[in-house]
């Protein structure tokens, strides 16, 4: 019985911690958006994604291998990118190590 309502109680405290998280973070993004900068940003953010939507939609119907082939060379990149940093920070550590 005294297990059942530790379980009880931790879930309750979850929802209530979940509760509170959730509501915390609507009502800052609903602060935010009372300061005309925020705003300001907020739409100028959506128009941009906007207009590069637009731009690769037409890319895509006028020649699809090149938009993907610059995919592609993108992912490539970033995988390349994300395994130099990688390197260096194995080599950091290995340095810390030796160091000491």
């Known amino acids: 019985m ?13 929802d209530f911690i979940k509760g509170v998280t959730i509501g915390t973070i609507i009502g ?6 009372l300061n005309l900068g925020t ?8 128009k941009d994604i ?7 939609a037409v890319k895509l119907q006028n020649n699809p291998s ?12 970033v995988f390349s990118a994300v395994e130099a940093l990688n390197n260096t920070i ?9 160091s000491k």
């Open 90 to 98: 194995e080599k950091a550590i290995i340095n810390q190590r030796t």
């Open 39 to 46: 705003r300001t940003k907020v739409n100028k953010l959506t």
């Open 66 to 77: 090149e938009v993907k082939n610059n995919y592609i060379n993108g992912t490539k990149r």
């Open 2 to 14: 005294k297990e059942q309502v530790y379980k009880t109680e931790k879930f309750a405290n979850r």
């Open 28 to 33: 800052g993004v609903a602060i935010s958006m």
């Open 50 to 56: 906007k207009k590069i939507t637009k731009n690769t």
